[in-house]
């Protein structure tokens, strides 16, 4: 270990990252990730305690409102590029005015898409959402006006938690979204098991909570010692330049992000004709699906952190070196994680208590996505991260949406319905996406055509000591 300190030490004057720092980041990010799973599972739980129109319900509403976290997150990655762009080259004044426009204008696409979720609330509930019974539109109305409320508030919180995982710092996010977490699960079980409320026990501690999250958002951001604080920021002043910059990484990952959860919400109804132990199939082993790719989750948010300080260096060495480390992380992570889950699957096909029909499908579907998830996936999701922090954010739309529709979407069809593999057929089709995905990420990279694709002036100077100490923590 010390001799390959020594040869980092050779190879460049100054890293950016030390391995201290990177597992600072990175630990953090997998334990925020974990919560956030673990508390939805809860979450499910509990709603079915208040009967099956209200799971309709709370599983119709949260579709969209799934896409709109999407595209919160897309935008602020953005932001987080953008700023985490102008602290690689020491200007961290440029870091704060990006986060400042990032945040403004994320304000403004909340409380538009607030507006317009109320304004045309009878077209999604009767038009999106089709021919649902009365007592489920019932629930899905008064879920939507609920949560809906809370779409501001939510966007405040990824746009915050994203600066904080710009500088470094992603412990802050983690404690953030361990108290709303803790908020969310406590308020459902108080109002649903305690008071013995109907959907709107579920649907105001999501609204208290994100509440609570936002306003501890803006107390930590207000703090002046955070180098991207955002003291002095006008909400009816925009900055033309640097919101065209952020707007050309988020708007990319906005689509990309969108596509993904339509295309989503489209198998799930070619699912629903496969009968009903191919639906419970499906739904439990994308449950499990999701924890053997937590680990690779939280290394793609660094490496948005990593790549992006990189290049504001200027430093593509760095750059690379860096790419090469964190997907090596993401691989042996993810090994670890596959291997326990497949040895642990019979125990958790069990807790489910399934049909024994249903669960040869999910333990067909989950040895098949272990073994895949541990050769490929990596390469197809970890990867074009490096690609967006380095700016070349529409090769990796292009390729994500093309990928997508044409063998996710095309192949589920043919696989699952037409050829007669069902539920299984369209796992399939999933991962000969993943391998699509992988194979031109990694041309791209070896082509390294994804590099000098400048977005912000590069500007050196010696940072000043509050901001040195800034940028190694948010501290």
């Not at 802050?172 to 979204?177: E, G, L, R, T, Y």
């Not at 990319?252 to 009903?276: C, D, R, Y």
Request: glycine residues 8%; contains cysteine.
């Amino acid at each position: 270990m010390i001799i390959a300190r020594k040869r980092e030490t050779e190879k460049f004057e100054n890293l950016l990252f030390s391995n201290r720092a990177l597992w600072a980041l990175i630990l953090p990010l997998f334990m925020e990730q974990l919560l956030t799973t673990l508390v939805g599972m809860a979450d499910s739980i509990m709603v079915a305690q208040v009967g099956e129109a209200a799971v309709s319900a709370v599983s119709l509403v949260d579709s969209v409102m799934i896409l709109l976290i999407n595209i919160f997150n897309a935008l602020a990655t953005g932001g987080a590029v953008v700023a985490g762009q102008y602290l690689g080259s020491r200007n961290p004044e440029q870091a704060r005015k990006a986060g400042k426009q990032m945040m403004q204008f994320m304000i403004y696409l909340s409380v538009g898409l607030v507006l317009l979720i109320y304004v045309g609330k009878s077209f999604l509930l009767h038009v999106v959402f089709g021919s649902i019974e009365q007592d489920v539109m019932n629930n899905c109305n008064i879920y939507l006006m609920i949560c809906g409320a809370s779409i501001p508030f939510l966007a405040f919180y990824s746009g915050g938690a994203a600066l904080f995982r710009s500088t470094g710092n992603s412990k802050i996010s983690m404690i953030v979204s361990t108290v709303m977490n803790v908020i969310n699960v406590a308020g459902n079980a108080i109002l649903v098991f305690g008071l013995h409320w109907g959907v709107e026990g579920v649907a105001i501690p999501t609204l208290i909570s994100r509440i609570v999250a936002a306003i501890m958002m803006l107390v930590l951001l207000y703090n002046q010692d955070f180098i991207l604080n955002i003291r002095g920021m006008h909400l009816f002043q925009f900055e033309k330049n640097l919101l065209k910059k952020i707007l050309f990484i988020g708007v990319p990952n906005g689509v990309e992000s969108s596509m993904f959860q339509l295309g989503k919400i489209l198998l799930l109804s070619l699912i629903a004709t496969f009968g009903t132990c191919s639906i419970a199939a499906n739904a439990v082993s994308n449950a499990l699906a999701y924890f053997e790719i937590l680990p690779g989750m939280a290394l793609g948010l660094a490496t948005v952190t990593v790549i992006s300080r990189c290049i504001g260096a200027g430093d593509y060495r760095q750059a690379e070196y860096f790419t090469k480390k964190l997907l090596k992380y993401t691989y042996i992570s993810m090994w670890i994680t596959n291997i326990t889950m497949i040895i642990l699957l019979p125990t958790m096909l069990r807790i489910y208590n399934l049909s024994p029909e249903t669960t040869r499908y999910a333990t067909q579907i989950m040895l098949f996505h272990s073994v895949m998830a541990m050769i490929s996936w990596p390469v197809a999701f970890t990867l074009p991260n490096a690609f967006r922090a380095a700016n070349d954010v529409r090769y990796t739309m292009v390729v994500g949406v093309i990928s997508m529709w044409v063998f996710r979407i095309v192949f589920a069809f043919l696989l699952g319905k037409y050829m007669g593999l069902g539920v299984f057929g369209t796992w399939i089709a999933m991962v000969l996406d993943w391998y699509v995905r992988a194979i031109f990420f990694v041309v791209r990279y070896k082509s390294g055509k994804w590099k000098n694709r400048q977005l912000i002036q590069h500007f050196r100077r010696s940072p000043t000591p509050s901001s040195a100490q800034s940028l190694n923590g948010g501290k």
